[in-house]
């Protein structure tokens, strides 16, 4: 953690929660966070049950995201969902290139590009997600494919609008499964990341980029993953769907 760079911690909520659910969920969230100054809060919630999550934490520390968006601005594209759409319901971020829509999408590192730069053309703050899967790791392919999907999904973008980008290094391998990066692993290739950044952008962009760790994030691990100079926040998954453990790993981080 950099003092530099403001902590953001995101709950991706994926096809999880109903609307009553979801409000229930931000109701009991506030209170442990209304004091929290030090990092950027922000809940995803399914597209279904934004509008009422933004009208539950208007005024609140927390802030709105999506788990996904079109590239397109508008028109014929049967069940996608606008950027323009997004920010009419308050929405702030907006998550891209998950692990999960690469896989069973078959997002590519261009579609999220294409993504990312409606997102900043909107003017949402893209969350764009890169990671190897466990083959890759063990083949010793870890450096090769980060490299792949940086440079895919986010050169293309003008250095003011990378400046306004967060990066989530997720390792595929460690998404829902309970096993977490090792603090050593993480912060290794968080700083590739950001090594990579200040290549194809500049040092001062890669300064200031923020980079989340996402894969098994929970309050016992937090801390010592938070720790880290090159790891700024988290993007947590099951444990971001009930507000006590979302609230501690938020309360360990700063």
Known sequence: MNKERKLIV???????KTVVEALQLVRDLKPGVANINDADIVVCPPFTALSEVAKAIRGSRIQLGAQN??????GAYTGEIAAEMLRELEVR???????????????????????????????????????????????????????????GSLMGLSKEQMRQTVVAYEPVWAIGTGKTATTSQAQESHAFIRGLLAKLFDATIARLVRIQYGGSVKPSNARELMSQPDVDGALVGGASLEAQSFTEIIQNSI
């Open 69 to 74: 968006m079109s590239e397109h601005e508008a």
């Open 10 to 16: 995101a709950g991706n909520w994926k096809m999880n």
């Open 93 to 151: 971020y907006v998550i891209l290139g998950h692990s999960e829509r690469r896989q069973y999408q078959k997002e590519s590192d261009e579609l999220i590009l294409q993504k990312a730069q409606t997102a900043h053309a909107a003017g949402l703050q893209p969350i764009v997600c890169v990671g190897e899967a466990l083959a890759e790791r063990e083949a010793g392919h870890t450096e090769k494919v980060l490299e792949g999907q940086v440079r």
